[in-house]
Every structure is written in structure tokens, then in C-alpha cells.
């Protein structure tokens, strides 16, 4: 079973529009969980990180964590054609598997113009 | 200031061929981690290591081995590749076990 899922994509957004992408997690003990974003054919970058119960906010990326619900979240405001990519979700578990990040399988974004 | 860099950018293998993966970063990141790409599956831990002279396995280990040749270098060994290798490989750094992992560019590898 995989222990972080993602909301099934692609995800089509007209741009302005705020861009909703989710993640699940099913390990009680993960503690900080990573939003990464990867354009075709590039590495991996981070954008955000979360650690703690609610919302953070970084510009125009939100993070919102529900450790009660095992539910991470990633809100795009006012999205460009420019955010178009893959968005993934990532948990470290912390404890003896600390270091040990676990992904999501990805959600395909596209904002049209 | 590189970050995080990795050769080659591209390889092709035989079935049964060997190759190592080198990766390096100039961050002074104490922990360093190898991580294989396939379409649909997200990114995949194969080995990590937290810190100089250690290293653990991670979700897909089998079939490779790795060397923390010291701080800066963490190196990924294919002893006899398999088309099931097949993929893309990246490598990460982090400051500490919990920190933030910042990526290389990747090497896509194709095992026939």
C-alpha cells in the first residue's frame, strides 16, 4: 500500500484560478511533509515545507497540514501558465526512518491561459 | 556554488554490464540520498546516507549498492544491470536526516 497518495490527475486550471492539489498520508508518525515541484524532464525543487498543525504561507503557495486527518495540502493562487508541472508530496517519517522521505506518485498541473 | 551534481547525465547499458552513478555536493549537507524515477511511481529511495560513514537501505535496494566515499561524494553501483533499471536517477542532499533534500539533475539510465 502506498503510504502517500495524491490526488489523481492531471489537474487543468484556467489561469488566475486557484489550483487545489492533496495528499494523503497513512504513517501516524510522519512528521514534516514537502511540497516539491518537477518540470518535464528537470529535478525535483522544493517549495514548501510544513511541519506543524494548519496553515503556512510562502507568496502565492499556501500549505496546509491536518495531522488529525492525515491531510496535506497545496493551494496556487492567482496560477500562471508558468506553474504548469508535476507536484509532489512527500513525508518524512521521523523515528528510526528519519531521512527516509516517502512520495507521492505525482499530480500533473496545467494552468491555460 | 554547484549544489548538487551528477554523472553522467545519460547512459546506455547492456543486460549484465556494470556502472557507478556519481553524485557530489558542495553544500557541506551531512546527509545524502539516491532515489530512482519511473513513470507513474513517484520518486523511490534506494539507499541513503545520514551522515559520513553510514548508509541504510531504502524502499528499492536490491540490485545496487552505494559508497559514502566521504562528505562531499555518495556513489550508487550497478554490479550487473537489468532492464528493469531502467529509469532515472537522482540524487539529494540534505543538512541533517530531517532537512529539507535539495535534488541533482538526474541521470537517465537504459538498460537493453
Known amino acids: 500500500q502506498k503510504e502517500v497518495e495524491q490526488n489523481s490527475g492531471p489537474l487543468s486550471v484556467p489561469e488566475g484560478a486557484i489550483a487545489s492539489l492533496n495528499c494523503t498520508y497513512s504513517?501516524?508518525?510522519?512528521?514534516?511533509f514537502f511540497w516539491y515541484r518537477q518540470y518535464s524532464g528537470k529535478s525535483p525543487e522544493l517549495i514548501m515545507f510544513?511541519?506543524?498543525?494548519g496553515d503556512k504561507e510562502d507568496g502565492r503557495f499556501t500549505a496546509q497540514l491536518n495531522k488529525a486527518s492525515q491531510y496535506v495540502s497545496l493551494l496556487i493562487r492567482d496560477s500562471q501558465p508558468s506553474d504548469s508541472a508535476t507536484y509532489l508530496c512527500a513525508s518524512n517519517a521521523g523515528g528510526t526512518s528519519y531521512g527516509k522521505l516517502t512520495f507521492g506518485q505525482g499530480t500533473i498541473l496545467t494552468v491555460h491561459p | 556554488n554547484a549544489g548538487v551534481t551528477q554523472t553522467p547525465k545519460f547512459q546506455v547499458l547492456k543486460t549484465g554490464q556494470s556502472m557507478t552513478l556519481q553524485c557530489a555536493q558542495d553544500?557541506?549537507?551531512?546527509?545524502m540520498y539516491w532515489y530512482r524515477q519511473d513513470p507513474g511511481m513517484g520518486l523511490r529511495l534506494i539507499y541513503y546516507?545520514?551522515?559520513?560513514?553510514?548508509?541504510d537501505k531504502g524502499e528499492v535496494p536490491n540490485g545496487y549498492n552505494v559508497s559514502r566515499l566521504n562528505k562531499r561524494e555518495f556513489s550508487l553501483r550497478l554490479e550487473s544491470a537489468a532492464p528493469s533499471q531502467t529509469s532515472v536517477y537522482f540524487c539529494?542532499?540534505?543538512?541533517?536526516?530531517?532537512?529539507?533534500?535539495?535534488f541533482g539533475p538526474g541521470t537517465r539510465l537504459l538498460v537493453l
Open positions: 553544500m557541506n549537507h551531512n546527509s
Open positions: 504513517d501516524r508518525g510522519s512528521q514534516s
Open positions: 539529494a542532499s540534505s543538512e541533517s536526516p530531517w532537512g529539507t533534500q535539495y
Open positions: 510544513i511541519y506543524s498543525n
Open positions: 546516507s545520514a551522515s559520513e560513514g553510514t548508509t
